[in-house]
């Protein structure tokens, strides 16, 4: 492609900064991030409290997150955080803990089946479903792989056929039971529906798998992790300021019109010509959202084909708190409530986040999921009410809440649209358009799969 093509990128999150990044490596300087808010980061948002930030959004990463460490380098900067550790407590707040043998004499058998399920999965993902790794879901739903290998930090292109990776556009239950390893989901819940990924009867496998990938889950199990000291926002406020055309803030999109080969963007006001559009904004937003938040269909002039798509995208409501607590109540450590990520306990707090070892004058996040695809919607008020409640049946009562919010979520598809190849129609309209879709729904939604995909689409098409 010319060097000097006009790019408007949508979104000044991970997605959209690191596109920018890695278009400058390629040499295309010609392009413009377009940020809705007065601030960079998307779901990267660390707020200060006491002269400390502490995390609304993303907190860690693992070893193998390799495109947030191009940007490390780009920037100057390294995962410099405290160190994370947690505990187990039951839905009545009794400390536990699941993994000890010791302490589940009777649980012994399950718990020894269990290790040997993780051990066959971890060798089924290697062999039967070779390829399964690879950034975003080019080909899973035909039985192929295509994309660029995770494994280390080179990134070699791989593709071949495999068609026993169809079986990962089931519901992660149904793979999980077709393979012998039910007991395997005891480990991979933890870093995935208390993260707000959804319950894994209504998830495609392909999700849970491509993000908790064998060697990622076994990171979170012994907790080798990486934090940010100044929060994961302070990463993409540094790429920001080091990129030659730093994203415009505060820039409203009114509507996008792509017509006689050109796009042309009306933001505050004004229309601005492009040649080229990369979106890593929302792409469709069922029903209304309380921030007035708009997906991409709703601005911009899109054909059939797209809107036919976008519109089987569905999303978390994932609710964050940040609470204050009196010294005496404050926590020892981050807790997991597994009790509370059954679907039958939908709207209850799942995980506590302690961030700040070293002193109690910093806030406690808590995270609760209000949505499963069948069963109605928690009301925001009525979730945030139970995980003030069950803070209390935790001994960790919060004595205010001082930050909050239930933001738009992994986006995904269910799995009916998922083996009818909504991912190789989606990829097939890369660039039909001058449009380029990118962000969360094209790969996964976390910081290093978004900066992952971006970093693949950039190498495919410029
Ligand atoms: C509570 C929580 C915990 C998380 N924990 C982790 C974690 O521990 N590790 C991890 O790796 N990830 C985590 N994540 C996920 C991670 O933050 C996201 O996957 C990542 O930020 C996605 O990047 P993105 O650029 O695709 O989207 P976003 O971060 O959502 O960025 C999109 C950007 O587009 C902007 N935008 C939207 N609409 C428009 C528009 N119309 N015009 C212009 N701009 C627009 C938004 O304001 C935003 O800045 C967490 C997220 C949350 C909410």
Known sequence: MDKNVKICIIGGGPA???????????????????ERLDRVGGKCWSPTYNGRRYEMGAIMGVPSYYAVHDVEEFCGITHDGPKLNRNYKNKDGKVIEPFEPKKNILKIPRLLKMKKQVKKLGELLETKYKGYDVNGH???????????????????????????????CLPFNEFCKLNGVELTQDIWIGPYTSFGYGYFDEIPAAYVLKYLDFQTTMNFVKVNLWTWKNGTQYIWE???????????????????????????????????EYDKLIVTAPLFIPGTRADGQKGFVEY??????????????????YDVLAVETKPEDHPEISYYVFDNMAKER???????????????????TTYALRKHKDTAEVPYEKCRAMVLDDLKTMHNPASNVINEWSVYYFPHVFSKDYTAGWYEKVEAMQDKYNTFYAGEIMSFGDMDE?????????ERFF
Not at 16 to 34: Q, T
Not at 242 to 248: F, G, I
Not at 346 to 358: A, E, P, Q, T
């Open 138 to 168: 080019r080909g899973v739903s035909e039985g192929r792989y295509e994309g660029f290998s995770q494994v280390n930090a080179k990134r070699e292109p791989v593709s071949g056929v495999n068609p026993n990776l169809k079986d990962l």
């Open 346 to 364: 939908l709207g209850h707090l799942m995980v506590y986040y302690r961030r700040w070892k070293d002193t109690k004058d910093q806030v406690i």
């Open 16 to 34: 959209g900064l690191s596109a920018g990044m890695y278009l400058e490596k390629k040499g295309y300087f010609n392009y413009e991030i377009l």
């Open 238 to 272: 540094q790429l920001n300021a080091h990129l030659k055309n730093p994203a415009v803030l505060n820039s409203k999109i009114e509507k996008i019109e792509r017509k006689d080969g050109k796009v042309f963007v009306t933001v505050n006001g004004a229309v601005k």
């Open 450 to 458: 978004t900066a992952e995909y971006s970093r693949e689409l950039i």
């Open 300 to 317: 911009c002039d899109v054909r059939e084909d797209e809107k036919e798509l976008f519109s089987k995208i569905d999303y978390e409501r």
